[in-house]
């Protein structure tokens, strides 16, 4: 029998309590269980501007919000919300870094213009001329970036309503039960995504006035960049003997996924569905193969594989009895 190989766990202190807290895999700040203190690993330095969303909704606002979420959905069977029963609420604090900026672009270029036309006929040809033009975007932007790559996607592309953020405290984390998720973009790589976003901001405005760009003198200065932490609950319920799960932002109360059973008369309609394109495609094929190479056999073909695609959708939502409900 083998033996599993345990990868020696490493260990940081932390840089305010002191404590020795473990390092988890891909991480590229830790956060101290016990004092809520973010460590920055590459730097050995705690990260001093640490907030967090708080979370408005638990319990029995969340067993009433996912039946609510489900109802406008097809397919979920009519008891769904008496016969649900909600398993375990698991809160996830989720990593994001969120950086203030200002940034300045003065910028040169050609712009066009339609030169006043001084004629009698009407159907004269509109005549588009350059001309060089200058001008400046002054803006102050508030940029946010995920704490993973390729994990928990779902989260990424979420408005965060940052402004609501309040300073982070690990006793109101502990008191709600939730584990906190550290980034793996470090501090170096979200900066450098951030400025990305507010460069990509300026070109937008820029390119609204002027089509080509001939010069740029751009300053982009760092406000304030905050370590933030948002909630959300990860729920998991039955129905009969199905299981399935949703994702809700805790701060918001919005469902962001949820899975949910397929009622009995959907999935009859889905087996019948099921039989009826395995004959279509059967007789397609028939046809083909009779009438082969003429039109009618090509389009049995189009018609088969068509028909085939939506199969595959078919058999698995009838043989898995599951369907995500997300927006
Ligand atoms: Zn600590």
Not at 31 to 37: F, H, I
Not at 210 to 235: A, M, T, W
Request: glycine share 8%; aromatic share 12%.
């Amino acid at each position: 029998m083998a033996i599993e190989q345990q990868q020696p766990t490493k260990k940081i202190n932390c840089g305010y309590c002191q404590a020795e807290v473990e390092i988890p895999p891909f991480a590229s700040v830790v956060t101290c269980p016990y004092c809520g203190t973010p460590n920055e690993l590459r730097t050995g330095k705690i990260i001093q501007n640490h907030h967090m969303l708080s979370v408005y909704f638990s319990g029995s606002e969340l067993t009433e919000l996912i039946p609510e979420y489900l109802s406008k959905y097809v397919g979920v069977p009519s008891d769904f919300a008496d016969k649900v029963i909600f398993t375990d609420f698991e809160l996830r604090m989720m990593p994001f870094w969120v950086f203030k900026f200002h940034g300045h672009t003065d910028y040169t270029g050609l712009g066009k213009y339609c030169p006043a036309v001084h004629s009698t006929h009407w159907s004269r040809s509109i005549n588009i001329q350059t001309r060089p033009e200058r001008g400046s975007i002054d803006l102050d932007q508030t940029c946010l970036v995920f704490g993973y790559r390729e994990q928990h996607k779902e989260i990424r592309d979420e408005k965060i309503p940052v402004g609501s953020k309040e300073a982070f405290d690990i006793n109101a984390v502990n008191a709600e039960g939730g584990r906190i998720y550290d980034t793996e973009i470090g501090y170096d790589e979200a900066y450098r995504n951030a400025e990305e976003q507010v460069k990509k901001r300026h070109n937008e405005l820029i390119y609204r006035e002027i089509y080509k760009i001939e010069g740029l003198n751009q300053k982009i200065d760092l406000k304030e960049v905050s370590y933030l932490h948002v909630p959300f609950y990860r729920i998991t319920y039955k129905y009969g003997n199905w299981t399935g799960e949703a994702l809700v932002d805790a701060a918001r109360g919005k469902v962001l996924r949820a899975e949910y059973p397929i009622s009995r008369s959907h999935r009859f309609w889905g087996f019948t569905f099921i039989l009826l394109a395995l004959g279509v495609i059967g007789g397609a094929i028939f046809a083909a193969l009779q009438t082969a190479l003429s039109e009618w056999g090509l389009a049995g073909i189009v018609a088969a594989v068509i028909f085939a695609g939506v199969l595959i959708f078919g058999i698995k939502e009838t043989v898995t009895k599951k369907k995500v409900a997300a927006e």
